[in-house]
């Protein structure tokens, strides 16, 4: 059995050595890197050779990669890198590193074409000035060989380990059997179903319901997958850490209903809360997790990697404690054992961010991944997030006068431009069908400035300013992509002296960005107690033509929940006082006839203040309690801890917040919920630019930017009423539209509505 290893990989595990330094981390965008290397080809000869694929063996192992090009007439091999900034500022230890793939590369090519010898050539080419800095080294095949094996002969022993660990997981996932005693109800359907995707190598909409174990219903199946099918890893990813920890938790009762089953299960954390030190910056003359970091990374992955149980289970407290026992950084330590995980467990921006870590890692490495999203309705808002950026003038007014000296003239520079573009523009917003390329100039020359002062200055650190820098490298990428999919905004605010302005790249369908994504997997499934219409979201998502979609039958009967639509109020804007006195009678009504624990969600904090205050008038004998704006972690658990089993009470809530989705209140905690609006976007300048673009591209724009939206949340605010098959309940449904045919239509199977 062989194990395959990339140049890259290699090459990283053996010759990475020093400090984590990230100040010269070159800052092209991938575009302008695939440019720069067609670039510097274009000036080679004729017969000069590009993307050449390599490979070799050492023992077990088999590497494998592609040198970036090679001159037959000059006998010259290639290492293209792309850099911005002073190149003699580079550390020492990445040259080290792109010299040692380099000369791997070197023997692969020697050994495959019979060489005695070839030219290396490092060739650094500067985006800004186009100009290439060449450093050469003339090697010989037998010290070519040598290297090669050294490199070879320092992994061997971990990929011999590894080996061992594949073949021992998948022998004990084949003989894996469900950790429960009998599937629920709708669950064995769910996991069928995942295992069919994986068997088809396609993707997956799942409408599951609430209750049925959605965690394990996909986790289980796909463990079975990893060996039947060949699969590397698995990636389970969820918009909220309540989501990640019960994928966590799912894996914990998989391991525990088979101790001996030797599965590594990573849970990733966002950096700033695995971050040590958020006062310093990222390398070694600043931050001591930093310094030496490469040097005392292979004691600290042995020590994750190789426990005396089957089975590792590094969530994020079992990372940090190994991080801190010898003295590395929490976050990178994480991103290191991605690498020799079976189950991942993170956010959806891990692979379906614009610099996603795993989905670069699967691509570097070849990997057979599948990718789970769990709560998949959050999945076009959270898309949508990450491949926009905005930017606040006033932030920069602020920046330009704290700013070190040096870097006040390009911030000016983008000031003045900022400048022009808020003089031409007379109305508060508008929406543009082009980028400003004298604004994006002054901002890319700004951000190049910076990274060039960060370098010079390893000690220096303003948080501000490293905001500007990021968001300003984010603009730059997302406008080399700017189409139909986004659109350009600036949002005006305040007038004379106190005028401002905020400007967006607005990502409105991440359909073309997360289309490649979905290819490279072998499998996704994308699964929610919500996702009706299936189009909308396989349309913004961007899914492949033959994604499968299943909605799973539901455990829970019509006779469990009392659906009742109050038809005779609108809770439309300019019937909002009106609704006010129709809404708090049906309440206390409904209070006293069945005294329990309810919540009420309304579309504003004004909305809900305004029948909170008339209702505790009305009904003071009713106990009510609210959300508040801005509810930290403690003040949210003290909301949802007045749901008991033995209290009873009103919680008035905003629809699509804290409380609309993600939590769970059984049986008497929660017997009934009011819903006070369809939850519809709010019509304004922004959501009506993207009703006419989805308009103009699928023929939908109302449905798809107001309609399916809003529906969504009344959905899974009901939700949250039956949670369980012996919960019984109630919701009601405030608005005259909720009696329209096409609107019953999006609600869920197993409701029966009332009149």
Request: charged share 20%.
């Amino acid at each position: 059995m062989s194990y395959t290893v990339a140049v890259r990989a290699l090459c990283e595990f053996t010759a990475k050595q020093g400090d984590l330094d990230l100040r010269f981390t070159p800052t092209p965008t991938a575009q302008e890197g695939i440019a720069g290397h067609a670039l510097v080809a274009s000036r080679r000869a004729d017969d000069y050779e590009r993307e050449i694929s390599l490979s070799g063996s050492f023992g077990p192992l088999s590497v494998r990669g592609r040198a970036d090009g090679y001159c037959p007439r000059q006998n010259q091999l290639e290492e293209i890198k792309t850099y911005r900034g002073d190149l003699a500022r580079q550390p020492a230890n990445h040259r080290h590193l792109h010299w040692a793939q380099l000369k791997v590369y070197g023997h692969l090519l020697c050994a495959a074409r019979g060489l005695s010898s070839v030219r290396l050539a490092l060739v650094y080419f500067d985006i800004a000035s186009q100009k290439e800095t060449l450093l050469t080294e003339d090697a010989d095949a037998a010290a070519l060989r040598i290297f090669f094996e050294q490199q070879c002969s320092a992994f061997v022993a971990w990929a011999e380990q590894e080996l061992a660990h594949r073949s021992a997981r998948d022998a004990a996932l084949r003989t894996l059997r469900f950790p429960h005693a009998d599937f629920r109800p709708g669950q064995r359907q769910l996991a069928e179903a995942m295992y069919r995707t994986s068997a088809r190598g396609c993707s997956l909409l799942a409408q599951a319901p609430t209750g049925i174990g959605k965690s394990i219903g996909s986790l289980f199946p796909l463990l079975k997958a990893s060996a039947e099918h060949g699969l590397d890893k698995v990636y389970f990813l969820a918009a909220k850490t309540s989501g990640r920890a019960m994928a966590f938790g799912a894996v914990d009762t998989i391991q525990r209903s088979a101790p001996l089953l030797p599965l590594r299960a990573l849970e990733l954390a966002a950096k700033t809360t695995a971050c040590e030190h958020p006062d310093k910056a990222c390398h070694g003359e600043s931050c001591p997790l930093a310094a030496g970091f490469y040097d005392r990374l292979p004691a600290a992955r042995a020590a994750a990697i190789a426990p005396a149980a089957p089975g590792r289970l590094l969530d994020r407290a079992t990372v940090r404690a190994i991080a801190l026992e010898h003295n590395v950084c929490p976050y990178y330590l994480q991103s290191e054992l991605v690498r020799w995980a079976d189950v991942i467990i993170g956010d959806y921006n891990y692979y379906f961010d614009l610099s996603a870590m795993l989905y670069s890692l699967a691509q570097m490495n070849d990997w057979k991944v599948a990718v789970l999203a769990d709560e998949a309705h959050n999945m076009v808002n959270r898309a949508r997030q990450m491949y926009s950026a905005e930017m606040s003038h006033t932030g920069l007014k602020f920046l330009r006068k704290s700013a070190p000296e040096a870097l006040k003239k390009p911030l000016d520079r983008v000031h003045r431009q900022w400048n022009a573009l808020e003089k031409d523009q007379e109305e508060e917003y508008r929406s543009y069908g082009e980028l400003p390329d004298k604004f994006m100039n002054a901002l890319q020359t700004a951000t190049t400035e910076i990274g060039d002062y960060m370098a010079e200055n390893p000690s220096w650190f303003d948080a501000e300013v490293l905001d500007f820098y990021f968001n300003g490298l984010l603009f730059a990428r997302l406008a080399e992509s700017f189409a139909e999919h986004s659109l350009f905004d600036i949002t005006k605010q305040g007038s004379g002296t106190r005028a401002s302005s905020v400007l967006c790249i607005r990502n409105i369908l991440p359909a073309p960005f997360l289309k490649p994504r979905f290819e490279a997997a072998h499998a996704t499934a994308l699964f929610s107690a919500t996702l009706s219409p299936w189009n909308y979201y396989a349309d913004t998502l961007g899914l492949p033509p033959n994604t499968a979609w299943i909605d799973v039958e539901s455990p829970f009967a019509a006779e469990q929940l009392d659906v009742q639509v109050a038809g005779h109020i609108s809770t439309r804007y300019q019937h909002r006082d009106r609704s006010l006195a129709p809404i708090a009678k049906l309440m206390g009504e409904q209070y006293g006839q069945q005294p329990g624990n309810y919540l009420a969600f309304f579309s504003s904090f004004d909305y809900m203040e305004k029948v909170a205050n008339l209702f505790e008038q009305q009904f003071p004998q009713v106990p009510v309690f609210r959300q508040s704006r801005r509810m930290d972690e403690a003040e949210r658990a003290a909301f949802l801890a007045r749901f008991s089993d033995d209290s009873a009470g009103i919680g008035f809530a905003v629809l699509g917040g804290a409380f609309g989705e993600g939590i769970d209140l059984p049986g008497a905690r929660l017997i009934g919920a009011f819903v006070a609006t369809l939850g519809l976007p709010q019509v304004n300048p922004i959501n009506e630019q993207i009703r006419e673009r989805m308009d103009a591209i699928f023929g939908a724009g109302y449905d798809y930017t107001y309609l399916y939206p809003g529906l969504q949340k009344v959905v899974q605010a009901a939700g949250r009423v039956i949670r369980t098959t012996t919960d019984r309940g109630t919701v009601h449904l405030i608005d005259d539209r909720f009696m329209r045919p096409e609107i019953q239509a999006l609600f869920p199977a197993w409701w029966k509505v009332g009149a």
